[in-house]
């Protein structure tokens, strides 16, 4: 089954603590990326990726890493997560512009 | 600086009415336009427009472009409780710009009383 799967789906944690959320696709796309969704802003665009070690900046990257080793897994790194990353998070596998939206992640960052 | 706006924000119906959600853009020759449906989780595909004029169905939903004006509608016809959700608009850039990149409206919230 085609799928993008993200994991954590919950996460709360402390300011300043690093943390992983990862992204894994089995469909063999070559664009990935990560969105956020707040109330009033819709879905915003973190980072993007087209390919293997290609990532590049989407439209709210400040605070955000990401990393394209290998094709199938796009992980979103916050390094110093703050309160203002308190959001709801996507990870998307595209092609043929048709995105696959994996489950999403809710971080609370306190 | 493209733009996607869609309307209302919100929108409370109750059973049977049928609803019709806008999407307008600001975003010259653009490739695709695409309409998602957001429930408690993930958004998924509903349909993807790229010509004008040209009505596309699935069931209860129908969608329409309009290149000129540049907008689109999604209407649901015979609403039920279960298309109460987020419904979401997305264009897709021209060439030239990061392939595959959209650029997604805030939103419709859609609730449909029994």
């Known amino acids: ?110 | 600086e493209d733009k996607v706006v869609q309307s209302p924000l919100s929108l409370v119906v109750h059973e049977g009415d049928t609803v019709t959600l806008n999407c307008s853009y600001e975003v010259t020759n653009f490739r695709s336009l695409l309409w998602y449906k957001q429930e408690k989780k993930a958004p998924t595909f509903l349909f993807m427009l790229t010509s004008s004029g040209i009505e596309k169905k699935s069931g209860r939903l129908s969608s329409i472009l309009d290149k000129k004006e540049l907008f689109s509608i999604l209407n649901i016809t015979a609403t039920q409780t279960g298309d109460s959700a987020i419904y979401l608009c997305a264009v897709e850039p021209p060439h030239g710009g990061a392939t595959n990149k959209l650029i997604f409206g805030t939103g419709t919230l859609l609730a449909v009383q029994p």
Request: proline share 5%; aromatic share 10%.
């Open chain 1, 1 to 110: 089954e085609a799928q993008v799967t993200q994991n954590p789906r919950y996460l709360i944690t402390v300011t300043g603590k690093k943390l992983t959320v990862t992204c894994s696709q089995n469909m063999n796309h070559e664009y990935m990326s990560w969105y956020r969704q707040d109330p009033g802003l819709g879905l915003r665009q973190i980072y993007y990726s087209m390919n293997v070690e290609v990532t590049d900046k989407g439209d709210v990257p400040e605070g955000y890493k990401v990393s394209r080793k290998e094709k199938r897994n796009f992980p979103l790194i916050l390094e110093s997560p703050s309160p203002n990353q308190t959001s709801l998070y996507f990870c998307a596998s595209m092609e043929n512009t048709e995105a696959f939206f994996g489950q999403g992640t809710r971080l609370t960052v306190v």
